[in-house]
């Protein structure tokens, strides 16, 4: 009974430091915000680079291959019934309201959200955040807004990328397998995607960019004090933020359906 | 962090932001440089399956969406609004849209909806979906349903013509009504007497003499049957096929050789002799007739001649001397 009441003590002040957190997040976006000419440019080009960039590639290649498997699964139905064109309707919308930008999400988690854990770790490991502290820096400024408006910029334009990527899969399957011609599948995607579809797809990730980010800095600020302890921030930030994100694709689903998307 | 490579950086940054320009171009941003035209119609019958976005076809060409549907609840119909894209009306050898504005598209349809032009829902597969089609589904003439009844000057107004589901549904309820004016008890009722009557009359003595006597018939058919079937055998049926044949290829062969002495005779110059001959037959005959009276007069002297002879010679076989002396003068001459 004493175990249970410490361990709930220790989730209320953990829940306390979480807000905390949030705020002083906000704070400093708010600060970054007022004072952009102060803004830290450097380290964003960095994290942009890192986040965005880099991930180029293997957002390309998994979005490709998701449309190619949804493309192969949606044709293996509809052939039954004669309605292998509708592939193109699956394939798009799929991909642009769900698949696309929770695939990217799951990308930037396991490339970003790990290394942002484990890049804040070890620097708490070092003492670095102390002395951050120390000299009357905030470490959130420093260390939490560069990546959070990197992560905001380079998410949605993975996810435009992964969108591309997976329509070309879906067209791939559709015009190598199922012999539909390139301009009936482009004609027949073109005129049942809205730009509504597309851009809405696109505001999830930056949904999922904030809860990355601030779950992989949550878990790099809360690691334990040692190697074994950033490894474990570093896993549980990704477990997080999948969780988070799923959660979040869930409530926002919900929220574009009230409104007839 | 310094090692960081800015110019990639830069094209990463750019080609999402073109590709983002693209998408939203491609999906239906491009829609905004598109001359569009807007009009209505209204709808009696229930509208399920039409939605706003539902396809608007022109003759099964898709040329715009449903914007907008409303009910009217003073006479209980259903506005549709639609927008049609003018750019997909063009001239046959043009390759620029047709129409430039609005208001040459009232126009040209204010001119085919008196060429019979109605829209009609029409479903769009097995999935109840519906969408408007424009077809000319009415004989040409003025529409019933008039403008005025939109309510508003400023739409172009295109009248509807039921559904091919109302259609049958309409058929239906009208063979249904038939149906049900059928007096089905009084039917009954006849029925049943009729076959009391048929029972009766299948009692009768007569009926069972008639069905003997049919039996013996039958019998005796069988009979007659057998026996053709003994005389008529497959030998005697293939000769006379054959037999048959023969004479078919004969009277072929007479009919070649019978077209080939046609053909030989050179029919018109016969007949244009023909024609000659008889012409000179006519004249002959024309000729004999003319001459017929002459030879009749002649005939008449010929026969008095004959008969002066005549009595020449029975005057000399009973007075030879007359021949010298001349005939003798009767006895009254004397006598006086």
């Known amino acids: 009974m004493n175990e249970l009441l410490q361990e709930i003590g220790r989730d209320l002040r953990r829940g306390r430091r979480l807000v905390e957190f949030i705020g002083a997040i906000s ?35 998994i979005c490709g291959l998701m449309g190619m498997i949804l493309g192969l699964q949606a044709a293996i139905q509809m052939r039954q019934f004669g309605t292998e064109l ?94 539909i011609p390139v301009a009936a599948y482009w004609s027949r995607t073109m005129e049942e995607l809205t730009p509504m579809t597309f851009l809405l797809g696109v505001a999830k990730s930056f949904v999922f960019a904030l809860l990355i980010t601030l ?18 921030s570093a896993t549980g930030a990704v477990v997080d933020s999948i969780l988070l994100i799923v959660v979040a694709d869930v409530i926002l689903t919900m929220f574009y359906s009230i409104f007839g998307y | 962090m310094s090692g960081v490579n800015k110019f990639r950086v830069g094209l990463f940054m750019i080609g999402a932001i073109a590709l983002l320009v693209a998408m939203l171009f491609f999906l239906g941003m491009s829609d905004l440089f598109v001359h569009k035209a807007h009009l209505a119609t209204l709808f009696g019958e229930s509208v399920q399956g039409l939605a706003v976005g539902s396809a608007v076809k022109y003759k099964g060409v898709a040329v ?28 046959s050898q043009s390759t620029g849209s047709l129409f430039r504005n609005q208001a040459e598209f009232d126009r040209f349809l204010e001119k085919e909806i008196l060429e019979g032009l109605r829209c009609r829902l029409e479903y769009a597969g097995i999935t109840g979906l519906r969408y408007v089609d424009f077809d000319y589904y009415a ?7 008039k403008a005025a009844e939109l309510n508003d000057p400023s739409t172009l107004f295109i009248p509807s013509s039921p559904s091919a589901f109302k259609d049958i549904a309409k058929s239906l309820n009208t063979s249904l009504e038939r149906i049900s004016r059928i007096r089905f008890e009084e039917i009954s009722d006849n029925l049943v007497n009729s076959l009391s009557d048929i029972n009766r009359l299948l009692a009768a003595p007569e009926i069972k003499d ?71 037959i006519r004249e002959a005959a024309e ?12 005939m008449e002297k010929l026969g008095r001649t004959l008969d002066a002879l005549r009595e020449l010679t029975d005057t000399l076989n009973q007075d030879p001397s007359a021949l010298v002396r001349g005939r003798r003068q009767p006895a009254l001459e004397q006598q006086h």
């Open chain 2, 287 to 298: 000729a004999i007739a003319s001459r017929r009276q002459d030879l009749a007069v002649t």
């Open chain 1, 215 to 232: 779950s992989g800095c949550w878990r790099g600020f809360e690691s334990d004090a040692d190697a074994q302890g950033v490894g474990r």
């Open chain 1, 27 to 61: 704070l400093e976006l708010w600060h970054e915000l007022c004072h952009w000419k102060k803004f830290r440019r450097r380290e964003c080009w960095y994290y942009l680079d890192l986040c965005g960039r880099q991930s180029l590639p293997i957002v390309l290649l």
């Open chain 2, 210 to 280: 008639t069905l003997l006597h049919l039996k013996s018939m039958s019998i005796n058919l069988d009979r007659t049957t057998g026996s053709i079937n003994r005389v008529v055998t497959e030998e005697r049926l293939q000769q006379i096929a054959e037999q048959t044949e023969q004479s078919l290829q004969a009277v072929k062969t007479l009919s070649d050789r019978i077209h080939a002495d046609t053909e030989r005779a050179d029919l018109p110059a016969c007949a244009a002799a023909f024609r000659d001959a008889a012409a000179v």
């Open chain 2, 139 to 145: 004989p040409p003439g003025p529409p019933e349903e």
């Open chain 1, 86 to 179: 509708y592939v193109a309707d699956l394939v798009g919308f799929s991909l642009l309201k769900e698949l696309g930008p929770l695939m990217v999400a799951m990308i930037a988690t396991g490339r970003a959200g790990s290394a942002f854990a484990a890049e804040i770790g070890t620097m708490k490991v070092n003492e670095e955040i102390s002395a951050l502290s120390t000299m009357g820096m905030s470490p959130e400024r420093f260390l939490v807004v560069p990546k959070l408006v990197a992560m905001l910029v380079a998410l949605p334009l993975l996810t435009v990328f992964g969108d591309v990527a997976g329509l070309l899969g879906g067209m791939l399957v559709g015009v190598g397998w199922l012999e």
């Open chain 2, 64 to 91: 715009g969406t449903v914007d907008d549907i409303v009910i009217q609840v003073d006479d209980k119909r259903i506005r549709v609004n639609m927008s049609v894209e003018l750019n997909t009306f063009r001239k």
